[in-house]
């Protein structure tokens, strides 16, 4: 609220860094006013850069192609230990990962069984991204994914054969076939938003949706997932800067997943980091490694309790690797074969298995083989209800576009909007206008 | 009690805002300014600055904003300064808020309104009916009032619809054109089109300012003998097929007239539909009153030129009288 905001300014600041101009004004220091520290809890900083070149065959005709440079050798660095998740919730998160990691396993096989319709998209390499993020929020946040983020809508609560039957645009499926993927929503449990497939749309969406539960009385965490591809997105830009001026509690996590489609982040934006955007808006922002769950998560949690407070909006980066293709149908041939062997030493499920049963066995190996075979059994009875479902019949297509007919109660989902007591009825005016 | 066309739509608002919590608005310069055009002057002191909120220039997020506040159970107004500026937000309005119930059965009700039309030298950018852009996105409501009457019952019932609704506001009839409202509550049905002037000769369909323009040629007709009917659509998506039949019916011929381009516009729409429903009863061709193929122009002139006229309509009608 602007009218706040005056009243508490302090409460706003950015990254430290609007208060540290403020307290840096009665005694300029220059040199200091525009020096901005982003917090980066990785324990390495890949310095991997990719670059177009051009290479002549034995005809000598010239082909571009992408290479990669940087330490391609450089050791896999460990966990960090979470501030806030105990034993049970690590082992929570990582059998929402392996949960993550077989559907889409499972989907792989529907799709070379000719069951799915379209294209299936892969979070390969982001399971950590998308589990430990969700798993942050409480029950009354609300969160939108995107189209990788198959992971969150498990830990939200949405089963496996949900997303399985939208990929066969199945009768049962969420949208009872009008709509695939992760493409759909619940506004009364789960608090999910559907996404579409325009990126950046949702920044402002959840905004929204922060404001509606603020009028309400109610300060909530609304988080969503943009991509270092879709931040391009001039919509993008409206949404944060809408939640920044509005200190509603957004939780942007930006996957910077190295590959837009076929395009590099070097040819998507110039910044080093996309975290870097965040002191435009004035809203503070973290770096985390994406493919470490605790870190993922303790940026989250944190970012959500900020929220809570209604101390505004934050953006979190997540740096890992697309390690597929845009989708299915694509070998992402493109990608230099050092950075996926790079990226692969990195998978964040392996590594949160090393986690949990080597550094700190909280699973021996037995448990840890028990987990597996559990999710195994469950994805394939959930593979079972999304085969067995029947396909939509022709008429489906039919009804439905508006909401008619007493189909929804619509009510403030909080509590009735406090209002102001009127101190003046209604007058008419006549002010002048900007055209007459 | 005399109302502007203005005075209603704002009269509208504030009774919504006064009788449901639920209702607020956004939108630029709407607060403390007033608005562009002052339709919510006043408003900010009566309900707060957390219920008539200043956005930033932003109307993609302006629109997702009203979105997902809708989604909580809220019931958002959001303002365009010019309606020319919803194409700023067309993909928010077209693949978000349009497609949600269908797809996965969210309602939206939120309201999305502001000022349209020309005969005020607005120039291209400041002057358009960007109404068609929506009437070809089922699951949005687009509602196009022409008197103070309907303009306050539309909004109301516009506010309390659980759909989204574009709602357009004829600029030139802002201050213009005044009317009798009366003080209590009451809505006025969308979808339902209205007989502003019952005749028996020939039909002219239109909406909003082109129904004033309309009920001009009709007393020059008048003098000729022409008796026209005139049908006020209020509610161009949907259409009331049912009214645009039944005066065909009764008149056997048709003009079709609006402010915005010729092609791909809605006198088409109606047309198809004329085929559909009452092509038996046609005694004459469908004639079509509608702007140029062009960007509206700036200049006087040049937009008189653009725009439809009261001679225009005389001569199209007594062209059709005499088939």
């Known amino acids: 609220m602007a009218i706040k905001k005056t009243k508490s300014g302090a409460k706003h600041s950015a990254n430290g860094n609007r208060r540290h101009n403020l307290a840096s004004r009665s005694k300029p220091k220059p040199a200091d006013l525009r020096t901005y520290s982003i917090p980066d809890t990785r324990l390495e900083h890949p310095d991997l850069t990719v670059r177009q070149a051009i290479e002549k065959d034995k005809d000598g005709t010239e082909h571009v192609h992408y290479e990669v440079t940087g330490n391609l050798n450089a050791s896999v660095p460990p966990i960090r230990d979470s501030k806030y998740l105990d034993k049970q919730q690590c082992i929570e998160i990582y059998r929402y990962m392996l949960l993550n990691r077989k559907m889409e396993v499972a989907l792989e096989n529907l799709y070379k069984q000719g069951k799915v319709v379209g294209g299936v998209y892969f979070g390969l390499g982001q399971e950590a991204c998308s589990c430990a993020s969700a798993y942050a929020l409480d029950k009354d946040d609300w969160f939108a994914p995107m189209i990788r983020n198959q992971g969150s809508l498990l830990v939200r609560g949405f089963r496996a054969s949900d997303t399985m039957m939208q990929y066969m645009a199945k009768a049962d499926s969420p949208t009872h076939g009008r709509d695939g993927t992760s493409h759909f929503g619940d506004i009364e449990k789960r608090n999910m938003v559907s996404p579409i497939s325009m990126l950046g749309d949702l920044i402002p969406v959840l905004s929204g949706v922060a404001l509606g539960a603020r009028l309400q009385g109610r300060n909530i965490a609304v988080m969503t997932y943009i991509g270092d591809g879709g931040q391009s997105t001039g919509v993008t830009y409206e949404g944060i800067n809408f939640a920044a001026v509005q200190n509603l509690g957004l939780v942007l996590f930006v996957e910077s997943n190295e590959w837009a489609y076929s395009t590099p982040s070097e040819m998507q934006y110039r910044c080093k980091d996309l975290a870097e955007r965040a002191i435009g808006y004035g809203i503070p922002s973290v770096i985390v490694d994406g493919t470490d769950a605790c870190q993922v998560n303790d940026a989250a949690r944190d970012a959500v309790e900020r929220a809570h407070r209604g101390e505004g909006p934050t953006l979190i980066e997540a740096k890992m690797m697309r390690m597929k293709g845009h989708a299915i149908h694509d070998a992402a041939a493109y990608v230099p074969k050092p950075m996926f062997d790079f990226w692969k030493k990195r998978d964040p499920i392996a590594r949160f298995e090393n986690y949990l049963v080597k550094e700190k066995k909280w699973l021996t190996a037995k448990e840890n083989a028990d987990l597996i075979s559990e999710v195994e059994r469950v994805i394939e009875a959930e593979r079972e209800i999304a085969v067995n479902s029947p396909m939509p019949t022709p008429e489906s297509a039919e009804g439905g576009v508006f909401c008619e007919d007493g189909c929804h109660e619509i009510k403030p989902k909080y509590g009735m909007p406090k209002v102001k007591k009127a101190t003046g009825g209604f007058r008419q005016t006549e002010a002048a206008v900007h055209l007459k | ?323």
Request: one cysteine or more.
């Open chain 2, 1 to 323: 009690m005399q109302l502007t066309y203005l005075e209603a739509i704002r009269q509208g608002i504030w009774e919504e805002m006064d009788r449901d919590p639920s209702v607020f608005c956004l939108g630029e310069d709407i607060g403390i300014y007033g608005g562009a055009f002052k339709v919510t002057d006043g408003f900010i002191d009566r309900f707060g600055p957390e219920r008539v909120i200043d956005t930033p220039i932003a109307e993609s997020a302006i629109v997702g904003a009203a979105f997902g506040a809708s989604l909580t159970g809220m019931r958002p107004v959001a303002e365009f300064q010019f309606m020319d500026f919803i194409g700023c937000a067309f993909n928010q309005i077209s693949n978000m808020v349009a497609k949600t119930h269908y797809l996965w059965g969210a309602p939206a009700p939120l309201v999305l309104r502001g000022p349209s039309g020309g005969y005020v030298h607005g120039g291209p950018f400041h002057s358009q009916n960007p109404e068609m852009w929506f009437v070809h996105n089922p699951g949005l409501k687009v509602i196009c009032p022409a008197t103070p009457y309907d303009a306050k019952g539309l909004i109301k019932a516009a506010i309390r619809d659980n759909n989204p609704c574009i709602f357009f506001e004829h600029k030139y009839l802002y201050r213009r054109i005044k009317g009798e409202v009366p003080a209590e509550d009451y809505v006025v049905p969308i979808g339902k089109a209205n007989i502003v002037r019952e005749g028996s000769d020939l039909s002219i369909i239109t909406y909003a300012a082109m129904v004033h323009t309309a009920l001009e040629a009709a007393e020059v007709l008048k003098k000729d003998g022409i008796d026209p009917e005139i049908l006020d659509l209020r509610t161009v998506s949907p259409l009331d097929r049912d009214a645009i039949a039944r005066t065909v019916r009764k008149t056997n011929k048709v003009i079709i007239l609006h402010e915005h381009s010729r092609t791909g516009g809605l006198a088409g729409e109606i047309a198809a539909i004329i085929n559909e429903e009452a092509f038996d009863d046609l005694d004459g061709p469908i004639v079509r009153i509608a702007g140029l193929d062009s960007a509206i122009p700036f200049s006087p002139p040049q937009e008189e030129r653009y725009l439809p006229k009261v001679g225009d309509v005389v001569r199209e009608a007594r062209r059709l009288e005499a088939y």
